[in-house]
């Protein structure tokens, strides 16, 4: 009867698959974790909205998109949030992520508040993190080096999309003597120095103390992003394995609900099905800047 059982578990696990067993637990919560842009942009407000309509309650934490991804797939976390594409060259449990996309973000530019500079060119952006453009006057600028704020890694969201949409190559390698782990340290660098640039999602940014610039003289606002015309935009999604639990359908229906959406809204970020036609433009010009 022992080998009987051990077969029978053996099974269940192979059938199960990546993602197949839930990590919900049994007192009505959710465990989400993944992207600190999404979070900070609007999963508080959306995860409060959902507790008071359901009783069930979310539990937010930090972590990135990689980990947002990953933990899904491997049922240690219910859902997660993610501001990239799944990387399966990177990662082969990659292959087993279902991705829900619910709004748009854009990278934006961001300076300390009391920085002259207005707007970057698409070669500026890319001569700074390549390290030919070292100093702020050459941005039309003070006399005074420039401190380049990136992310750690390349499969981060951020810098993932950064590399894609400007270089169309994952690997570019940047020149910063400033490298930080996660968005929040990074935005929170730009806050308090004013020699300070990098680049963010605007759905964080805007909660921030800081001075966001143009790109190719196009601000990031909602309207801009929704319509196309600003150059860097992505979609924001939710991420499960191959089973989520009832918990996380209804979660994910709930965020493409009018009320879902209109919280999106009310954050100044837009809904994925407001704009599919950004989509489209994506399959078409892939990350490169148009």
């Avoid at 972590?63 to 859902?79: E, K, L, Q, S, Y």
Wanted: proline letters at 4%; charged letters at 20%; hydrophobic letters at 40%.
């Amino acid at each position: 009867m022992r080998g009987l059982r051990t077969l029978t578990i053996l099974l269940s696990a192979l059938l199960c698959g990546p993602g197949g067993a839930s990590a919900t637990s049994q007192d009505n919560s959710i465990t989400w974790a993944g992207c600190g842009i999404t979070k900070k942009a609007f999963m508080a407000e959306l995860a409060s909205a959902f507790t008071a309509k359901t009783g069930i309650v979310i539990n937010l934490e930090g972590g990135g998109a990689t980990r947002g991804i990953r933990d899904a797939v491997a049922g240690n976390i219910d859902m997660g949030g993610a501001c990239r594409m799944t990387l399966p060259m990177s990662d082969r449990s990659e292959l087993y992520a279902s991705m829900h996309p619910v709004a748009w973000d854009a990278l934006a530019i961001i300076v300390h508040k009391d920085n002259p500079v207005t707007s970057l060119s698409t070669q500026q952006v890319k001569d700074l993190y390549l390290g030919r453009i070292t100093n702020w006057r050459q941005l039309g600028g003070a006399d005074a080096p420039i401190k380049l704020y990136t992310r750690q890694g390349k499969v981060s969201g951020v810098g993932y999309a950064i590399r894609q949409y400007l270089f169309q190559d994952s690997q570019t390698e940047f020149v910063s003597d400033f490298v930080v782990k996660s968005s929040g340290p990074l935005e929170k660098a730009v806050v308090a120095d004013p020699l300070a640039i990098a680049i963010t999602g605007i759905s964080s940014a805007r909660k921030r103390d800081v001075k966001i610039i143009g790109f190719d003289d196009k601000l990031p606002s909602y309207e801009n992003i929704k319509d196309g015309s600003y150059g860097m935009y992505r979609p924001l999604y939710l991420v499960t394995g191959s089973k989520p639990s009832p918990e996380v359908e209804q979660f994910i229906m709930f965020t493409r609900s009018e009320e879902g959406k209109q919280i999106l809204r009310d954050n100044g970020t837009v809904p994925h099905s407001d704009a599919m036609h950004l989509m489209a433009k994506m399959l078409v010009y892939g990350f490169g800047v148009k």
